[in-house]
């Protein structure tokens, strides 16, 4: 049975790479007595992914691992068993049963919201912030160096059309995106955050941001959104 | 200090964190909360104990003693035993500039909050990263420093056979295995606590635990020649020998069952369960073969309920089962089969370090590992049966060659083969028999593969001998630096035809340190400070180990370090770790050295006991094995 499980991941947690978190849940699932069902071949490997890995330093309440299990467990038991199972500062939100679903949730992740706090930031930042949003929505193209990780160049790119959504919450200490992320079209918060940047005053743009994952969404025929976890 | 003041301390450290842990290389080796961490309330009334690693987080949390000693303390209710590591030079940079002292990971509470420091000494290069820790948790260095508010700084370990370089740091040293030890020493410390008497009184209590040795009670003198005259004694009820502490009884030892897990990937990162100590070969420059006896085994069944609940706590996906000697544990037969039988239903795989050379090891090895055939390990330490028998490495030509021809013929293409330089009683012979070894591989394994050796991997590596206390060996020089350079030369020159073979050695520069180390005194710790100063730290990492300012440092301080590596001692030189008593006796070791110079071999003590005298002191089961008559060298 396949199974897409939504979990979160608080600021204890946000050292924890990608792939040390692959590593634990497999390891909680074992301990969880959940047993999972592995691929044919040559070295076969449990079949369980993390849906869009997530930065270094980001915290998450919208993170999905999908799983296909040897047996069949009812959604409920298999939230309980794994939260169980696993350290604190990681949560599972819901659980829910693929059946109509036959993509790998990874491969169908489209948008993801966050949440970008500056904590540390003075009342005459937030006025930046308020200023750059603003300035970022009426703008017809922002550019932004990007660098290319395979052939290791820098390349200009347009972030505008990768933001979906903007808006600024809290007077400025706290900003909200809904941005292009996944394997078509992806866009991280750290450079939607330097395009933003580079409409604010010199020296005036508040330096620590606190990012955390909101949710994942998949875009359906009709052009909606769809947060992972209603897919069923 | 108050609770209320540690824990403005701690939420003090944390606020910093919060800001400035993101600048760190690997933020999560100093974040804690890994699963089966230990929570208490720094609130409560507690002995707060941290368990310091002198290395990265990545190498400490792989350290069973580690999971042993947390467990320990943590059991009892009023301890809270916290861990700290060395950090990385990139985060202690960020730790300076924005004045973060040393903490702990569990609680964030700095190391000077501390009622006791418990440093772990495995290794002799990493002392400086010791007396590093001690200044970046705002604890003076030296212990004639330390006042009433400073915590304990214990040291333990294998290292501490030798205490004395560190003399002037520790204010007490625990020598041996501390399972039964450290509850002792906790009850001392909230006894000493509660009455509120001095540092002095504190330390004179606690010197009435057995192994525990306050260096501060004795004052060392030195004739002009360097040589040690005489140790005094500065209070008179200061026991003249520390003898070790052993847990005789393994099966009942505490065992972590839930050992902390850590989130990202060290060393040896899956589950391990310890099946005996000590060893009974008695390899002559083996100080772990002398110092852990006698051998005391723990119970198959017990190991086997160990490892269970261990994987069924952790979900590791491995298994190790530790010792000195795998292959020697009296039913190591039945042991594996049965794990292996319980790791292939829990879908566990299994590593098995230091199996001998025998058919069984290779049906093991072959059903563990599959297809996926890792590299094969041999240790014949020396390249000619003449020199194995002078160290007493119980390893024939045959035996390397019929294991040898076994894996070739399995379908292993690729063998390890470990030597020493250095040795006592070494000669070119030696030194060309370590290249034969290398070059026999490649014949042997064309002769299975039909003259073919294309995808053959032979690596010959060598280590520099270390003379270490407490072995037959102890007494002898080590080989000076050009020595180990021109072998390593003259061994790859006999070598340049083979391109199956590779060879490498160790850094001559880091083994010579080593040797000092090793077999030094209390002078030491001037020069290891001032070594600090001058910036070295990581010293067993090669990239950061910097000879040039270990030397500077022994030129300002006026110690000469060839008085400690490069010199033979007579045997009625008094050596600084004389007062140590590890059960082996000093007489064992002469007669052990004068064999080996000798060129005679000293059978393993399973086959009958060889009078190292361990068994006057511990309850030795090679001993008690055999029929008193036959034990009358032991008297």
Same mark, same amino acid.
């Given at each position: 049975?396949?199974?897409? #499980?939504?979990?979160?991941?608080?600021?204890?947690?946000?050292?924890?790479? *990608?792939?040390?978190?692959?590593?634990?849940?497999?390891?909680?699932?074992?301990?969880?007595?959940?047993?999972?069902?592995?691929?044919?071949?040559?070295?076969? *490997?449990?079949?369980?992914?993390?849906?869009?890995?997530?930065?270094?330093?980001?915290?998450?309440?919208?993170?999905?691992?999908?799983?296909?299990?040897?047996?069949?467990?009812?959604?409920?038991?298999?939230?309980?068993?794994?939260?169980?199972?696993?350290?604190k500062?990681?949560?599972?939100?819901?659980?829910? #049963?693929?059946?109509?679903?036959?993509?790998?949730? !990874?491969?169908?992740?489209?948008?993801?919201?966050?949440?970008?706090?500056?904590?540390?930031?003075?009342?005459s930042?937030?006025?930046?912030?308020?200023r750059?949003?603003?300035?970022?929505?009426?703008a017809?193209? #922002?550019?932004?160096?990007?660098?290319?990780?395979k052939?290791?160049?820098?390349?200009? #790119?347009?972030i505008?059309?990768?933001?979906?959504?903007?808006?600024?919450?809290?007077?400025?200490?706290?900003?909200?995106?809904?941005?292009?992320?996944?394997?078509?079209?992806?866009?991280?918060?750290?450079l939607?955050?330097? !395009?933003?940047?580079?409409?604010?005053?010199? !020296?005036?743009?508040?330096?620590?941001?606190?990012?955390?994952?909101?949710?994942?969404?998949?875009?359906?025929?009709?052009?909606?959104?769809?947060?992972?976890?209603?897919?069923? | 200090?108050?609770?209320?003041?540690?824990?403005?301390?701690?939420?003090e450290v944390?606020?910093?964190l919060?800001?400035?842990?993101?600048?760190?290389?690997?933020?999560?080796?100093?974040?804690?909360?890994?699963?089966?961490?230990?929570?208490?309330?720094?609130?409560?009334?507690?002995?707060?104990?941290?368990?310091?690693?002198?290395?990265?987080?990545?190498i400490?949390?792989?350290?069973?003693?580690?999971?042993?000693?947390?467990?320990?303390?943590?059991?009892?209710?009023?301890?809270?035993?916290?861990?700290?590591? +060395?950090?990385?030079?990139?985060?202690?940079?960020i730790?300076r500039?924005?004045?973060?002292?040393?903490?702990?990971?569990?609680?964030?509470?700095?190391?000077?909050?501390?009622?006791?420091?418990?440093?772990?000494?495995?290794?002799?290069?990493?002392?400086?990263?010791?007396?590093?820790?001690?200044?970046?948790?705002?604890?003076?260095? =030296?212990?004639?420093?330390?006042?009433?508010?400073?915590?304990?700084?214990?040291?333990?370990?294998?290292?501490?056979?030798?205490?004395?370089?560190? +003399?002037?740091?520790?204010?007490?040293?625990?020598?041996?295995?501390?399972?039964? %030890?450290?509850?002792?020493?906790?009850?001392?410390?909230?006894?000493?606590?509660?009455?509120?008497?001095?540092?002095?009184?504190?330390? @004179?209590?606690?010197?009435?635990?057995?192994?525990?040795?306050?260096?501060? &009670?004795?004052?060392?003198?030195?004739?002009?020649d360097?040589?040690?005259?005489?140790?005094?004694? =500065?209070?008179?009820?200061?026991?003249l020998?520390?003898?070790?502490?052993?847990?005789?009884?393994?099966?009942?030892?505490?065992?972590?069952?839930?050992?902390?897990?850590?989130?990202?990937?060290?060393?040896?990162?899956?589950?391990?369960?310890e099946?005996?100590?000590?060893?009974?070969?008695?390899?002559?420059?083996?100080? +772990?073969?002398?110092?852990?006896?006698?051998? @005391?085994?723990?119970?198959?069944?017990?190991?086997?309920?160990?490892?269970? %609940?261990?994987?069924?706590?952790?979900?590791?996906?491995?298994?190790?089962?530790?010792?000195?000697?795998?292959?020697?544990?009296?039913?190591?037969?039945?042991?594996?089969?049965?794990?292996?039988?319980?790791?292939?239903?829990?879908?566990?795989?299994?590593?098995?370090?230091?199996?001998?050379?025998?058919?069984?090891?290779?049906?093991? /090895?072959?059903?563990?590992?599959?297809?996926?055939?890792?590299?094969?390990?041999?240790?014949?330490?020396?390249?000619?049966?003449r020199?194995?028998?002078?160290?007493?490495?119980?390893?024939?030509?045959?035996?390397?060659?019929?294991?040898?021809?076994? %894996?070739?013929?399995?379908?292993?293409?690729?063998?390890?083969?470990?030597?020493?330089?250095?040795?006592?009683?070494?000669?070119?012979?030696d030194?060309?028999?370590?290249?034969?070894?290398?070059? @026999? /591989?490649? $014949?042997?394994?064309?002769?299975?593969?039909g003259?073919?050796?294309?995808?053959?991997q032979?690596?010959?590596?060598?280590?520099?001998?270390?003379?270490?206390?407490?072995?037959?060996?102890?007494?002898?020089?080590?080989?000076?630096?050009? $020595?180990f350079?021109?072998?390593?030369?003259?061994?790859?020159?006999?070598?340049?035809?083979?391109?199956?073979? @590779?060879?490498?050695?160790?850094?001559?520069?880091?083994?010579?340190?080593?040797?000092?180390?090793?077999r030094?005194d209390?002078?030491?710790?001037a020069?290891?400070?001032? +070594?600090?100063?001058?910036?070295c730290?990581?010293?067993?990492?090669?990239?950061?180990?910097?000879?040039?300012?270990?030397?500077?440092?022994?030129?300002?301080?006026?110690?000469?370090?060839?008085?400690?590596?490069?010199?033979?001692?007579?045997?009625?030189?008094?050596?600084?770790?004389?007062?140590?008593d590890?059960?082996?006796?000093?007489? &064992?070791?002469?007669?052990?050295?004068?064999?080996?110079?000798?060129?005679?071999?000293?059978?393993?003590?399973?086959?009958?006991?060889?009078?190292?005298?361990?068994?006057?002191?511990?309850?030795?089961?090679a001993?008690?094995?055999?029929?008193?008559?036959?034990?009358?060298?032991?008297?």
């Amino acid at each position: 049975m396949r199974y897409a #499980v939504k979990w979160s991941k608080d600021a204890m947690m946000q050292y924890i790479s *990608h792939l040390d978190m692959m590593r634990l849940f497999q390891r909680a699932l074992k301990r969880a007595k959940i047993p999972l069902m592995y691929s044919q071949g040559y070295s076969p *490997h449990p079949k369980m992914s993390i849906a869009q890995p997530l930065s270094l330093g980001y915290t998450s309440k919208g993170e999905y691992l999908e799983i296909e299990t040897a047996k069949d467990i009812e959604p409920f038991l298999l939230q309980q068993s794994l939260q169980q199972a696993l350290p604190k500062g990681i949560g599972i939100e819901s659980c829910r #049963v693929l059946e109509r679903t036959k993509k790998a949730l !990874g491969a169908l992740v489209d948008y993801a919201a966050y949440e970008i706090r500056f904590p540390m930031a003075l009342p005459s930042q937030w006025e930046q912030v308020c200023r750059a949003a603003a300035a970022f929505q009426k703008a017809e193209r #922002v550019m932004v160096q990007r660098l290319q990780k395979k052939s290791a160049t820098i390349q200009m #790119v347009d972030i505008k059309p990768l933001t979906e959504k903007l808006s600024v919450k809290e007077q400025g200490q706290c900003l909200e995106a809904l941005i292009c992320t996944g394997s078509r079209k992806n866009l991280s918060p750290q450079l939607l955050l330097e !395009g933003l940047s580079s409409f604010a005053q010199e !020296g005036k743009w508040p330096g620590e941001a606190r990012i955390c994952r909101k949710e994942l969404y998949t875009t359906l025929s009709d052009g909606k959104l769809l947060a992972l976890w209603r897919l069923s | 200090m108050d609770n209320h003041q540690k824990i403005l301390a701690a939420e003090e450290v944390l606020r910093k964190l919060e800001v400035h842990l993101r600048r760190a290389e690997k933020p999560a080796r100093y974040t804690g909360g890994e699963l089966y961490q230990a929570e208490k309330d720094p609130g409560q009334e507690l002995l707060r104990f941290a368990f310091a690693f002198p290395d990265l987080y990545e190498i400490g949390m792989s350290n069973l003693g580690l999971q042993i000693i947390y467990k320990v303390l943590n059991d009892i209710p009023d301890v809270y035993c916290e861990r700290v590591f +060395a950090p990385g030079l990139d985060f202690e940079a960020i730790m300076r500039e924005e004045e973060i002292p040393l903490f702990t990971l569990e609680s964030k509470t700095p190391l000077y909050c501390m009622d006791m420091l418990g440093f772990t000494f495995q290794y002799e290069m990493s002392a400086t990263n010791m007396v590093n820790m001690l200044e970046l948790g705002r604890i003076p260095v =030296l212990s004639c420093h330390r006042s009433k508010e400073d915590p304990f700084v214990i040291i333990g370990g294998p290292c501490t056979y030798n205490p004395e370089p560190l +003399a002037d740091i520790a204010d007490l040293f625990f020598i041996g295995e501390s399972e039964e %030890a450290l509850p002792e020493i906790m009850d001392c410390l909230r006894s000493w606590k509660k009455e509120g008497g001095s540092r002095e009184e504190f330390l @004179r209590n606690i010197s009435r635990i057995e192994g525990v040795y306050v260096p501060s &009670f004795y004052q060392v003198e030195y004739f002009p020649d360097g040589r040690i005259a005489k140790r005094v004694r =500065l209070w008179e009820e200061a026991p003249l020998k520390i003898v070790k502490r052993i847990v005789e009884d393994l099966d009942r030892a505490p065992f972590p069952q839930k050992p902390l897990v850590p989130f990202i990937a060290t060393v040896h990162d899956r589950a391990m369960v310890e099946i005996f100590r000590g060893c009974s070969r008695g390899c002559r420059f083996c100080q +772990a073969g002398m110092i852990y006896r006698p051998v @005391r085994e723990r119970s198959k069944e017990t190991i086997k309920a160990l490892a269970e %609940a261990q994987l069924e706590a952790t979900g590791y996906e491995e298994l190790s089962i530790l010792s000195l000697s795998t292959g020697d544990y009296s039913q190591i037969q039945p042991l594996v089969e049965e794990l292996m039988d319980y790791c292939k239903k829990a879908d566990v795989s299994m590593s098995l370090p230091s199996l001998r050379l025998d058919s069984f090891s290779f049906r093991v /090895m072959e059903e563990i590992q599959g297809y996926k055939k890792s590299g094969l390990t041999f240790a014949p330490e020396a390249g000619t049966q003449r020199l194995r028998n002078i160290i007493n490495k119980d390893i024939s030509q045959e035996e390397i060659e019929s294991a040898a021809l076994q %894996a070739f013929s399995l379908g292993w293409n690729s063998i390890k083969l470990y030597f020493m330089v250095g040795l006592p009683g070494e000669t070119r012979e030696d030194l060309e028999g370590i290249a034969e070894i290398g070059k @026999r /591989m490649v $014949e042997l394994y064309r002769q299975v593969n039909g003259g073919k050796a294309g995808r053959l991997q032979v690596s010959l590596s060598a280590s520099n001998f270390v003379p270490k206390p407490h072995t037959p060996f102890q007494w002898i020089a080590q080989n000076t630096q050009e $020595e180990f350079t021109e072998k390593h030369h003259y061994i790859k020159d006999q070598l340049k035809s083979f391109k199956q073979v @590779r060879f490498h050695y160790h850094d001559s520069k880091t083994s010579y340190l080593e040797a000092v180390f090793a077999r030094g005194d209390r002078r030491l710790c001037a020069v290891l400070l001032e +070594a600090v100063r001058l910036g070295c730290k990581f010293d067993g990492w090669g990239e950061h180990f910097r000879y040039d300012l270990w030397m500077q440092a022994f030129e300002n301080t006026g110690v000469d370090p060839d008085f400690y590596a490069c010199r033979n001692r007579q045997d009625e030189e008094l050596l600084p770790w004389s007062f140590i008593d590890c059960g082996v006796e000093e007489s &064992f070791l002469t007669r052990e050295r004068d064999k080996a110079l000798g060129g005679e071999i000293t059978k393993d003590c399973r086959e009958g006991c060889q009078g190292c005298g361990v068994n006057k002191r511990f309850s030795c089961a090679a001993w008690e094995r055999e029929g008193e008559a036959q034990n009358e060298i032991c008297r």
